[in-house]
């Protein structure tokens, strides 16, 4: 399906335009940094802070998938 065809708004189809020019490898990179960061901090004793940090994990890799969707309907 391509844009055009697409009953997306505007707005959508900017963020869209946007997203798909960030590389996947991105948000996999970004993602396991921040469960090493996690893993850091859990280390130095600051165990609010390493859970706050390890929950950014999840919906990093979700929009990785948005991402990859994205790249994939537009091709």
């Known amino acids: 399906m391509k844009n ?3 009953k997306e708004d505007k707005s959508t189809l900017a963020i869209e335009e946007q ?3 960030i590389p ?3 948000f996999l990179f970004t ?4 469960i090493a960061l996690s893993l850091t901090l859990k280390l ?3 165990r609010g ?3 706050f940090v390890g929950q950014w ?4 890799l ?4 948005y991402n990859k969707m994205v790249k994939q309907q537009n091709s």
Do not use: F, N, Q, Y
């Not at 993602?31 to 921040?34: D, H, L, R």
């Not at 979700?62 to 998938?65: A, H, K, M, R, T």
């Open 4 to 6: 055009s065809d697409s």
């Open 24 to 26: 996947s490898d991105a």
């Open 57 to 60: 994990v999840a919906p990093i």
């Open 49 to 51: 802070d390493a859970i």
């Open 44 to 46: 130095m004793g600051r």
């Open 62 to 65: 979700l929009l990785g998938i």
């Open 31 to 34: 993602s396991m940094g921040a």
């Open 19 to 21: 997203t798909k020019k």
